[in-house]
């Protein structure tokens, strides 16, 4: 396994590379299970409002499943193509008094530095865009800068193994997903569900 970053085949900063995977995202299995995992997890939070951060936000489909399904949710979008918050703002118009852009790259040492902090901090299909595993630790070391006391990181993404995905230096195991976790800082790392290659962990 080598410890050089794996290029990505698309450039996501490009609308026509965005579009395109805007157009096939949503048919991937066991996303829409995932999805009411996110809200499931929010609703059990008594905050009101609820200040969320979204890390990889994307076109928005999840940000618009969870502001249709928790009604005092406040979400900051950080993602770090702008071609992704444009098809985001197009998806959210109806909901803009709920949102913040925030366009920035998580794989910058700085992206967590003078950003509110969060009742909530959430991710789904994107730490492996780091395009190694070997950065998920740090990545997750910089969430707990911006989480409240208490508060929970949710991270879905796929993994490798039998059922997941083939490439194990951009993904990982299960267990590697939730000892980068732990490797931290975070004392509390719980799996929430698994479903098609996606498999989602509370950490706190």
Not at 39 to 54: I, R, T
Not at 70 to 89: E, G, N, Q, T
Not at 118 to 129: G, Y
Request: aromatic letters at 8%.
């Amino acid at each position: 396994m080598s410890n050089q970053d794996i290029p990505s085949p698309i450039d996501l900063r490009n609308l026509s590379d965005a579009r395109e995977w805007e157009r096939t995202a949503q048919a991937r299995p066991g996303r829409n299970a995932v999805f009411q995992s996110f809200v499931s997890e929010l609703m059990a939070l008594a905050y009101k409002p609820l200040s969320v951060l979204e890390l990889g936000s994307g076109p928005g489909f999840l940000a618009v499943h969870l502001l249709n399904a928790l009604p005092d949710l406040r979400l900051a979008l950080l993602d770090f193509s702008p071609a992704m918050h444009f098809l985001a703002r197009s998806r959210l118009a109806e909901k803009s008094s709920r949102i913040r852009f925030i366009e920035r790259d998580f794989k910058d040492p700085g992206w967590s530095k003078s950003i509110d902090m969060f009742d909530a901090v959430i991710t789904n299909q994107a730490v492996h865009e780091l395009r190694h595993k070997q950065h998920a630790t740090t990545l997750h070391r910089q969430v707990r800068s911006v989480l409240k006391a208490d508060a929970p990181y949710l991270v879905c993404d796929h993994y490798f193994g039998e059922d997941g995905l083939s490439n194990a230096s951009l993904y990982m195991t299960i267990d590697e997903q939730a000892q980068a976790l732990l490797c931290a800082g975070f004392t509390s790392v719980k799996k929430v569900i698994q479903a098609g290659s996606l498999v989602m962990h509370r950490a706190s």
